[in-house]
């Protein structure tokens, strides 16, 4: 998560390029630290350096790197033949490597190339199954395609079943069994959303939200009737959530907790 000093920071940094103030390089490596998007503006202030022999060359084997982010921004920004081109780029440079294969299938995926694409994913799993960011491309690709979230629930799955300790994949897997609805997929829900809670010590806004609304929502209610005594909830549960909303809120927003309050007391919980 991006703090508000790294925020200012990149926005300050962007608006001194913007303004041809230079430092299109340290402004590029600070959007790739933080992992944020900003595909036009690496688009615009990435090519501007490919573009220029000297400037390329001056950056060593960071150049290769510069290729791969402008390739991905390019693809955001869905301009193909940039991409097209930093990709062909690398492929030449690096025709044995998996991460360029992994590019080749991003395009494919960004051409609307579904099926081909979904081929290059499987067979790039099949030399590292545990390749986290081909699991999501597979994600993203599964959603694109239209019959999304239940290919979606199984991608999130395998990548849960590969790394169980991340908190992130939890939630995003509450997410989409939540989407799907039916009283067998909001019970698995609320079980990941729990789990993110526990991974991440109560400290996931979202998870903890949702949780809360389910205990309260009549329709799931309505759905739960009947269900075994050992699949019914903690007690304890709701009352932990709420009570850790309440901290959270106190501490990062504490001119919004009366709303908070407010909004628990029409749903008729406490902590």
Not at 14 to 43: F, H, I, P, T
Not at 166 to 173: F, I, N, Q
Not at 204 to 213: E, H, M, P, S
Not at 240 to 256: G, I, M, Q
Request: proline share 2%; with cysteine; charged share 25%.
């Amino acid at each position: 998560m991006v703090t508000k000093t790294e925020e200012t920071q990149l926005n300050r940094l962007e608006s001194q390029v913007d303004n041809g103030g230079g430092g299109a390089w340290e402004y590029l490596c600070l959007v790739s630290k933080l992992k944020v998007r900003r595909s036009e503006k690496v688009l615009k202030h990435g090519l501007a350096i490919l573009n220029d022999p000297k400037k390329r060359s001056a950056l060593g084997p960071e150049e290769w790197t510069l290729y791969e982010q402008v390739a991905i921004a390019a693809m955001d920004c869905q301009n193909l033949d940039v991409a097209k081109d930093c990709v062909n780029v690398l492929q030449k440079k690096f025709p044995e490597s998996k991460r360029v294969g992994r590019l080749e299938a991003m395009l494919l995926e960004a051409k609307g190339s579904w099926g081909e694409a979904e081929k290059a994913y499987s067979s790039l799993l099949e030399d590292n199954q545990f390749d986290q960011i081909i699991h999501k491309r597979r994600v993203a690709l599964a959603k694109a395609q239209g019959n999304m979230y239940k290919q979606a629930a199984f991608c999130y799955e395998e990548v849960i079943l590969s790394q169980p300790m991340v908190p992130l994949y939890h939630l995003a897997y509450a997410d989409v069994l939540y989407t799907l609805g039916g009283l067998e997929n909001l019970q698995t829900a609320k079980k990941y959303y729990s789990s993110t809670i526990e991974l991440t010590g109560g400290k996931n806004t979202r998870a903890l939200f949702v949780r809360v609304n389910m205990d309260c929502s009549s329709a799931i209610a309505q759905l739960s009737k009947g269900r075994n005594k050992e699949d019914k909830d903690s007690p304890d549960l709701q009352s932990l959530a709420v009570a850790a909303l309440e901290k959270d809120y106190k501490y990062r927003a504490s001119e919004k907790l009366t709303v908070l309050t407010s909004a628990f007391k029409n749903l008729k919980v406490s902590s």
